[in-house]
């Protein structure tokens, strides 16, 4: 069964850093597309950065420059590495996949406060 697994997030102050991570299991099969997802208490689900098979990454305007998405095809982990946290960011994280025929899959998230 697929299984993702989310893990990095936590407390941190404006200006901090964390590095989320999301592991897959479950299946050997290819990826073609990850995303990370954001949802804060009141808002819709935001979509924040996204990695494709190629590599080719793509940011929201709110985390261009400050957030970065990558990944380690050995150990099927994805990461986001997350500098220069603002309030506003705070929500919980969940990673997404996309796989080549077009199912989805979702981890259960992690918290990411950011707070004085």
């Known amino acids: 069964q697929v299984r993702l697994v989310e893990s990095g997030g936590g407390l941190v102050q404006p200006g901090g850093s964390l590095r989320l991570s999301c592991a897959l299991s479950g299946s050997n099969f290819g990826i073609s597309l990850m995303h990370w997802y954001r949802q804060a208490p009141g808002k819709q689900r935001e979509e924040i950065a996204s990695i494709t098979d190629r590599g080719r990454t793509n940011y929201a305007d709110s985390v261009n420059g400050r957030f970065a998405i990558s990944r380690d095809n050995s150990k099927r982990t994805y990461f986001l590495q997350m500098n220069n946290l603002k309030l506003e960011d705070t929500a919980l994280y969940l990673c997404?996949?996309?796989?080549?025929?077009?199912?989805?899959?979702w981890g259960q998230g992690t918290q990411v406060t950011v707070a004085s």
């Open positions: 997404n996949v996309i796989t080549p025929w077009a199912s989805s899959f």
